[in-house]
């Protein structure tokens, strides 16, 4: 069973700091470019991060740009977003998303709310 599994996310103050976590299973994890999506409910799906499947080129929304970083341990199939002085905008079921050729697979999401 090919699988992603999101974790971490939560209820936080704005200015709070959360790390998630997205581990891979049963596919070979070190070809696939992984990102990291957000969606809010009414709006399209956004995305926030993307890393290269070898960790070397990371891109960001310029919505994050400065507050989020993205990064990726391919010994332990896992892919990370770190997130920082978050904000209420932020607040947002996040996905991981991996892509190898025409191949996508998804997570099943995290729920991430920033509220005072």
């Known amino acids: 069973q090919v699988q992603l599994v999101e974790s971490g996310g939560g209820l936080v103050q704005p200015g709070a700091s959360l790390r998630l976590s997205c581990a891979a299973s049963?596919?070979?994890?070190?070809?696939?470019?992984m990102q990291w999506h957000r969606q809010v409910p009414g709006k399209e799906r956004e995305l926030v991060a993307a890393?290269?499947?070898?960790?070397?080129?990371?891109s960001y929304a310029d919505s994050v740009k400065g507050r989020f970083t993205v990064s990726r341990d391919n010994t332990k199939n896992t892919v990370y977003l770190q997130m920082n002085s978050l904000k209420p905008e932020d607040t947002a079921v996040y996905y991981c998303?991996?892509?190898?050729?025409?191949?996508?697979?998804w997570g099943q999401g995290t729920q991430v709310t920033v509220s005072s």
């Open positions: 998303n991996a892509r190898q050729l025409s191949r996508s697979l």
């Open positions: 049963r596919f070979t994890f070190h070809v696939y470019a």
């Open positions: 890393i290269s499947s070898d960790g070397g080129e990371t």
